[in-house]
C-alpha cells in the first residue's frame, strides 16, 4: 500500500474565532469547546492509522498546537487566503486525503476506506449531508477540483462529481455523514455540548 499523507486542517481553540456559527446556542467560549473536542477526537481517530498525519493550522505557532495536540505530527501554517489557496497549497505531495474536524462520527473505518479507495481509485470522497464533504483524497494533484468553488454551500458535491465527469476522473463515494456547523446540528451529538 502507498502511503497516504493525512492532512487535518484545523485552527487554534481561541474563542470568538472557532465554530463562530455555533456562538449563538454556545456562546465564544462554548463554540470554542466544541471546536477543541472535535479537533482532538479527529487527531485521535487519525493516530489509529499507520499514514502521516499533517496538521494544517492556522492561529497560534507550531509550538502551541503540538503542546494542544502532540508533538509526534507534523505541523504546517496555512497559507493565507481563501479556502481554494490552502487546499492548492496543500496538495503535492499526492496521494493525499483531507479532512476537517467537523465530522463527529467519523471513524477509523471511513478514514481507512478512503485510503483502500485511493488505491483504485483517482480520488475518494466522504460525501456530507450538507451538500459537501468531510474527505477528499487524491491520487494525485487535480488542482480543478478547488478552484472557483462554491464553499460552504449545498453546491460544493454536485460541483466536485460534474468537474470529475467532465475530467473523466474515476471516483469512489463513501458512506454520507453529518457535518457539525450550525446550532440545530448540536441536538444530533448531545455529548458535545460544553
Not at 91 to 103: E, N, Q, Y
Request: aromatic share 8%; proline share 8%; with cysteine.
Amino acid at each position: 500500500m502507498n502511503t497516504v499523507r493525512l492532512v487535518l486542517f484545523t485552527r487554534y481553540p481561541v474563542p470568538g474565532s472557532a465554530k463562530t456559527r455555533l456562538i449563538p446556542a454556545l456562546g465564544a467560549d462554548g463554540a470554542a469547546a466544541v471546536h477543541m473536542q472535535l479537533t482532538e477526537r479527529t487527531v485521535e481517530i487519525l493516530k489509529q492509522i499507520s499514514q502521516p498525519i499533517e496538521i494544517q493550522y492556522s492561529g497560534g505557532d507550531a509550538n502551541t498546537i503540538a503542546r494542544w495536540l502532540g508533538s509526534d505530527l507534523s505541523y504546517v501554517p496555512q497559507v493565507e487566503g481563501d479556502l481554494t489557496s490552502r487546499l492548492l497549497a496543500a496538495m503535492d505531495p499526492a496521494p493525499v486525503i483531507f479532512l476537517g474536524s467537523d465530522t463527529p462520527d467519523l471513524s477509523a473505518h471511513h478514514v481507512n476506506a478512503a485510503i483502500n479507495a485511493l488505491q483504485k481509485s483517482d480520488v475518494v470522497i466522504g460525501p456530507a449531508d450538507d451538500g459537501g464533504y468531510y474527505l477528499i483524497g487524491l491520487a494525485k494533484p487535480y488542482p480543478f477540483l478547488f478552484q472557483n468553488m462554491r464553499w460552504s454551500t449545498e453546491h460544493v458535491m454536485p460541483d466536485t462529481l460534474d468537474r470529475l465527469r467532465q475530467h473523466d476522473i474515476g471516483f469512489e463515494l463513501l458512506e454520507t455523514l453529518h457535518d457539525c456547523d450550525r446550532p440545530e446540528d448540536l441536538e444530533r451529538w448531545p455529548w458535545l455540548n460544553p
